[in-house]
């Protein structure tokens, strides 16, 4: 069984650039979420994909924009980079059809830098 | 707004020693989750509750859920200095499974 993988580990970009960052979904699991934690803050709600249709979205500007593909894997992308979008992207896959816990397992993220 | 607040936030505990986080949340929920980070890295799913009453341990670690008080607590055995990290609760509201994180608790267990 394959974890959640994410890519680029790392990404420095410079304000108004525009940045995707993506995920592939562990094996079996139809839905992402995407989360963004600051500096010593927890993580925050980006907006989730479920079968390649956004399925809820946090307080987030539409320049936070997402995919999902056939395959189940996601891209995040972002517009318009501001400092304040440097932070630790975590992407999180979960089986929305399992009855109950709807457990959400992380990927490694990705720790985009804004200068 | 579901509201979830960790405290404390900073615990420094020898080695040996008992402790208890705390966390409570602001809209009636019955999942709740509780997750390790460790600097640098991603988060670590540690316990799943499901519904009132739930209990679940492993190893040094215990996790109870009292949905009623909306207040979940992560109880620390004879910690060891392995278990220092950030600890996060995240609560799960409505199906499309958007969790709410905790403030967290960077916990350092010293020799």
């Known amino acids: 069984e394959t974890g959640v993988t994410q890519s680029p580990t790392h990404l420095i970009k410079t304000r108004g650039q525009q940045v995707t960052l993506r995920c592939s979904s562990q094996?079996?699991?139809?839905?992402v979420s995407w989360y963004q934690q600051a500096l010593g803050q927890g993580p925050q709600f980006i907006f989730q994909?479920?079968?390649?249709?956004?399925?809820g979205r946090g307080n987030f500007p539409p320049r936070f924009s997402g995919l999902q593909f056939p395959n189940y894997s996601s891209e995040l992308n972002v517009n318009a980079l501001e400092l304040d979008d440097s932070a630790l992207y975590l992407c999180?896959?979960?089986?929305?059809?399992?009855?109950?816990?709807?457990?959400?397992?992380f990927g490694p993220g990705t720790r985009l830098t804004v200068l | 707004e579901l509201k979830v607040e960790q405290n404390p936030l900073f615990l420094s505990m020898q080695e040996g020693k008992n402790y208890t986080i705390y966390c409570n949340y602001s809209?009636?929920?019955?999942?709740l989750y509780w997750y390790r980070q460790d600097p640098g890295k991603s988060l670590e799913s540690l316990f799943v509750?499901?519904?009132?009453?739930a209990v679940k341990q492993e190893g040094r670690l215990m996790a109870s859920l009292d949905t009623k008080a909306r207040l979940s607590t992560l109880h620390i055995t004879a910690a060891v200095h392995d278990l220092s990290a950030t600890y996060f609760c995240?609560?799960?509201?409505?199906?499309?499974?958007?969790?709410?994180f905790g403030t967290g608790t960077r916990l350092q267990v010293t020799l």
């Open positions: 999180a896959s979960s089986d929305m059809g399992l009855a109950g816990a709807n457990e959400q397992f």
């Open positions: 094996s079996g699991h139809n839905t």
């Open positions: 994909y479920y079968r390649e249709e956004e399925n």
């Open positions: 809209t009636t929920s019955d999942r």
């Open positions: 509750l499901l519904s009132n009453g």
């Open positions: 995240a609560v799960g509201l409505g199906t499309a499974s958007k969790l709410t």
